[in-house]
C-alpha cells in the first residue's frame, strides 16, 4: 500500500482552525498501521463528544462547533478519516473499503479508550459511526446525526446521489472546498474553501475522496450490507438518547432523518429539528448546532 502524507505546511495559518494536532497509529484487520489526526480540545477529565465528519471534509468542518463544546466542559475529539485531512492518505481507490473505514476508526476508538461518549455523525460520518455505535454500544452515552444515514440495501436512491457518484468517479476536478460551497445555503468565503482543500495538494492524495461514493452500499450483494443490517437491527433496540438534527435544504438526506427517528427508540421525545441548512449543516449552522446539543445533554 502506496500512502502519502499531506505536508504540515498546508495547514499553517487556516482560516478559524487554530488548533493542535494529535496523532495515533491506527490499523485495520488486513492493513499496516497508519496514522491517524484528530483534534483533542477541552478538559481530558471531560466527559467526551466525538464529531466524526464526511465526504470530501475533515475536522476543519468542526471548527465552529468544538470551541463551544470545550468551554462547556468536555473534551472535544474530531478525528480525520484515512485518506482525509492531516491522516495518512492510501494512494489507490482500491486501498479503501468500507469495512476497513470501520476498523480504523474502532481502533481510534480503542487506543484512546474512550467510553461514556457523546459521539456527533454526518454523511460518511454516520455510516461508520452508526455502525460502531451498534457495534460497541457500551462505548456510548449518545447519539446525534446530521445529514448521514445507515444504508442496509432495502431503500431506492435518489437520482442526485447517482449522479454525484459519477461525477466524483469520472472528474478531473474534484475541489472540496467547492462541493462544500454547493452543499451549502450560506456562501463559503474563499479562505474557507481553501481549508477543505488543505487537505489535497494534487489529484494522487484525492484517493479516499473518489473511493467514498462508490463504497456506498446500495445493492443488496454489497459485501458491506450483512453487517449494515446487522447494525440497523441493532439500531432497533437502541433506548439510548438519540438525536436527529439535520439540514432541511440537503437534495440527497434532508429527510432521512425521519426512518431514524421512527426506528431506534431512543429517538421518541428528543428535541428533533430540521435546520436552515443543506448538507454540510456543520458550515450553515455550527454555532447552533453546538447550542442545541449543550442544551439536550
Not at 44 to 52: I, K, N, S, T, Y
Request: with cysteine; net charge neutral.
Amino acid at each position: 500500500m502506496d500512502v502519502l502524507r499531506t505536508a504540515d505546511s498546508r495547514f499553517t495559518d487556516l482560516a478559524g482552525y487554530p488548533f493542535d494536532p494529535h496523532y495515533v497509529d491506527v490499523a485495520a484487520a488486513d492493513t499496516a498501521a497508519l496514522r491517524m489526526h484528530y483534534l483533542d480540545e477541552g478538559p481530558r477529565d471531560g466527559a467526551p463528544v466525538v464529531l466524526l465528519h464526511g465526504e470530501p471534509t475533515w475536522s476543519y468542518l468542526y471548527r465552529t462547533m468544538i470551541p463551544p463544546l470545550a468551554a462547556a466542559g468536555h473534551r472535544v475529539l474530531a478525528p480525520d478519516l484515512i485518506g482525509f485531512g492531516r491522516s495518512d492518505k492510501p494512494t489507490a481507490i482500491g486501498d479503501y473499503t468500507y469495512l476497513r473505514h470501520v476498523q480504523w476508526v474502532t481502533s481510534w476508538f480503542e487506543t484512546l479508550d474512550l467510553t461514556d461518549v457523546t459521539v456527533f455523525v454526518q454523511d460518511w460520518g454516520s455510516l461508520i459511526g452508526l455502525r460502531i455505535v451498534a457495534e460497541q454500544g457500551a462505548r456510548f452515552a449518545r447519539v446525534v446525526v446530521a445529514n448521514g444515514f445507515l444504508p442496509t440495501a432495502d431503500r431506492g436512491v435518489p437520482p442526485a446521489f447517482r449522479i454525484w457518484r459519477a461525477f466524483a468517479k469520472y472528474t478531473p476536478w474534484l475541489s472540496a472546498g467547492r462541493l462544500v460551497g454547493v452543499g451549502t445555503v450560506t456562501k463559503v468565503p474563499a479562505a474557507v474553501r481553501a481549508g477543505y482543500d488543505a487537505p489535497f495538494p494534487d489529484k494522487r492524495y484525492q484517493a479516499g475522496a473518489r473511493a467514498f461514493p462508490q463504497l456506498v452500499p446500495t445493492s443488496p450483494d454489497d459485501p458491506a450490507v450483512p453487517a449494515n443490517r446487522a447494525a440497523w437491527e441493532a439500531l432497533g433496540r437502541w433506548d439510548k438518547p438519540f438525536l436527529a438534527l439535520f439540514g432541511a435544504k440537503d437534495p440527497i438526506l434532508g429527510g432521512a432523518d425521519t426512518p431514524l427517528i421512527r426506528h431506534v427508540p431512543g429517538a421518541a421525545g428528543q428535541p428533533h429539528a430540521r435546520l436552515r441548512g443543506s448538507h454540510f449543516i456543520q458550515e450553515d449552522c455550527g454555532p447552533e448546532l453546538a447550542e442545541r446539543i449543550l442544551a439536550w445533554m
